[in-house]
């Protein structure tokens, strides 16, 4: 079993346009995709982003929905209908974005990005209300009666408290819990008082320079949260894709005695990790064609133990890592078909 740390590109990349040709990289990641038939949609989304940065949204548009036509071959198709909806409102669609932004709150997703997204698109066109009750569904939809807090639903509970001091309303316990979990030297109150507006108009450099402080260190939350968010990803083989590994690769048996040791390990290796305190933990699952197919690329041999970690962080890179543990009534990140917490998320 392997932990690789990863650094996995953010879906919307903030280089300034002065200094990417944000077009040729979005034409890059789309003949890229070509290459990597398993790992299309998310380059396809992050040229989908390159081309918003070079203001050409119709072009971001049209790459969304040359994803939505094949919906069933998605992994995330919300994820994707909120980037075109907020795109679209961006230039002047706005009766096709709010319709669409009303499907993805009805289809209620349970992975928090499509929620955040719609969100923020409400709230960047000063719909506050609107943009407090979606942030409002979303968090209660995935973290009523859960156990944890996964790292992916901060951006929920943040926005959420944003809007809510925008609003003037009075804190609730999913505000607090999103105190609890700012980590930052300048408290959530602070980032989010309106009248840090009013300071930027100020002439007392005093005024000025406490509020660049606290910018800055807004800024320093946020593209560390877009800049990590699998810091550390355990390698998973399927069943199949694991006995023709060891099969073709008898050197790897010591590091795979057995299925049910590949598994267990995984789980009491990020269950060992979290208690530790380590964020944002993910699972990555390889197969054994990308794997030979990296390992070539590296000159060397897939039997190589050493070559697993390095192959775990390129699948991370990719966009491969999904969130452990698992939401509350989802599938087990093993492929069993059951409910993670009757399946490996059973306490021990």
């Known amino acids: 079993m392997s932990l690789v740390g990863s650094t996995v590109s953010p879906m919307r990349p903030d280089t300034p346009a002065e200094n990417v040709d944000h077009t040729?990289?979005?034409?890059?990641?789309?003949r890229t995709a070509g290459l990597y038939p398993e790992d299309t949609e998310a380059l396809l989304l992050q040229a989908a982003a390159h081309l918003e940065l070079a203001d050409d949204r119709p072009a971001a548009t049209a790459l969304y929905d040359r994803m939505l036509s094949a919906p069933d071959s998605l992994e995330n198709p919300q994820l994707v209908r909120a980037l075109k909806a907020s795109n679209l409102w961006e230039y002047g669609h706005e009766a096709e974005a709010r319709a669409i932004i009303d499907g993805v709150r009805v289809s209620a997703p349970r992975d928090p990005a499509p929620w955040?997204?719609?969100?923020?698109a409400l709230e960047s066109h000063d719909e506050l209300e609107a943009a407090q009750d979606t942030f409002t569904e979303g968090t209660t939809l995935?973290?009523?009666?859960?156990?944890?807090?996964?790292?992916s639903t901060h951006p929920l509970l943040y926005g959420r408290h944003r809007v809510r001091r925008m609003l003037g309303l009075p804190h609730d316990e999913w505000d607090a819990l999103a105190d609890t979990l700012h980590s930052s030297p300048v408290s959530l109150d602070e980032?989010?008082?309106?009248?840090?507006v009013w300071s930027l108009g100020s002439d007392n450099p005093a005024e000025l320079k406490a509020e660049i402080s606290r910018l800055r260190a807004e800024l320093g939350a946020y593209r560390e949260a877009l800049s990590r968010p699998f810091p550390v990803a355990v390698l998973h083989w399927a069943q199949g894709e694991l006995e023709e590994l060891v099969?073709?690769?008898?050197?790897?048996?010591?590091?795979?005695?057995?299925?049910e040791e590949h598994l267990a390990t995984i789980e009491a290796s990020l269950r060992e990790l979290a208690t530790s305190g380590t964020p944002n933990l993910g699972i990555v699952t390889g197969t054994v064609p990308s794997y030979e197919a990296f390992a070539a690329s590296e000159g060397t041999s897939p039997g190589d133990v050493t070559l697993l970690p390095q192959y775990a962080t390129t699948l991370a890179a990719r966009g491969r890592a999904v969130v452990w543990p698992p939401q509350r009534g989802t599938g087990c990140w093993c492929g069993s078909g059951g409910a993670y917490e009757g399946c490996h998320g059973v306490t021990a």
């Not at 040729?24 to 789309?30: G, S, Y």
């Not at 955040?116 to 923020?120: G, L, M």
């Not at 980032?191 to 840090?196: I, T």
């Not at 099969?247 to 299925?259: D, N, V």
């Open 24 to 30: 040729a990289e979005a034409a890059r990641l789309e």
């Open 116 to 120: 955040v997204i719609v969100a923020e």
């Open 142 to 151: 995935l973290l009523t009666d859960a156990t944890e807090t996964p790292y």
């Open 191 to 196: 980032l989010h008082d309106p009248k840090r």
């Open 247 to 259: 099969g073709a690769y008898p050197s790897l048996a010591t590091e795979y005695p057995s299925r």
